[in-house]
């Protein structure tokens, strides 16, 4: 890219990490310390997986995406955001050994505690509860209702999950981005990559709203509300 004199950091909060990431860029435009900032959400999962686990190896994928935002006179961009975590249910989505507080040892590699193991059943019980309270939460604080969201772009963890969602919200499921039957579970991507899509097919217009909300690993959660620029 030829940036070599710039900052650059990164931000790990799983597959919520993209939701926390535009969090933290719009505070540096909303603050004047930097007027252009490119956010990416990037999961290379295949590495983290274990093969050999069929619950896990076959629902995540890698993946990558980008969004660029900056500083602008328009009324458009990032309206609210809430982010939230509940470190005491970490354990459901883990990678046990690894990092300081197990690190790697011949024991671990044996046991495959290397690789993520997650606990589905506890997983759909907290993501499905998460969503809507989150969703509800962030479009009150932009001042709006559901009916004023175009699209809600959820994180593509699973579609019972979305389609869950969709009937506590009591919203059709046509008002959601999914397109996770293309790429599996690519965690932190996974939004960036919807959007993407959606942009490029001209389904997302100039001035629509948007929620985007996603949960994860940590167990952390998180929404935003976007008004896209008008054409």
């Not at 030829?2 to 790990?12: K, Q, W, Y």
């Not at 008002?175 to 293309?182: A, H, L, Q, S």
């Amino acid at each position: 890219m030829g940036a070599t004199d710039v900052p650059a950091f990164v931000l790990e909060t799983g597959c919520t990490g993209f939701i926390y990431s535009l969090a933290t860029a719009y505070q540096f435009i909303a603050t004047g310390a930097y007027k252009t900032i490119l956010v990416v959400g990037v999961e290379l999962l295949s590495r983290h997986v274990n093969w050999q686990d069929r619950s896990t190896a076959v629902l995540f994928g890698d993946g990558a995406g980008a969004v660029v935002i900056q500083a602008t006179e328009e009324s458009c961009g990032l309206r609210s955001f809430v982010l939230g975590s509940d470190g005491s249910q970490a354990h459901q989505i883990i990678v046990p050994a690894g990092g300081t507080f197990e690190p790697p040892n011949g024991d671990a590699l044996a046991n495959g505690r290397q690789y993520l193991h997650m606990n589905g059943r506890e997983v759909f019980k907290f993501a499905t509860r998460v969503v809507g309270r989150a969703s509800r939460e962030a479009v009150a604080k932009a001042g709006m209702t559901l009916d004023d969201i175009d699209w809600i772009i959820p994180h593509q963890a699973n579609l019972r999950i979305i389609q869950t969602a969709a009937r506590e919200m009591d919203l059709p499921l046509k008002r959601f981005v999914v397109n996770i039957e293309n790429y599996g579970n690519t965690s932190a991507a996974s939004i960036p990559l919807a959007l993407t899509e959606y942009l490029e097919s001209g389904r997302i217009k100039p001035d629509d709203n948007l929620l985007l909300v996603a949960f994860g690993a940590g167990l952390t959660w998180g929404a935003l509300v976007l008004q896209m620029a008008p054409a």
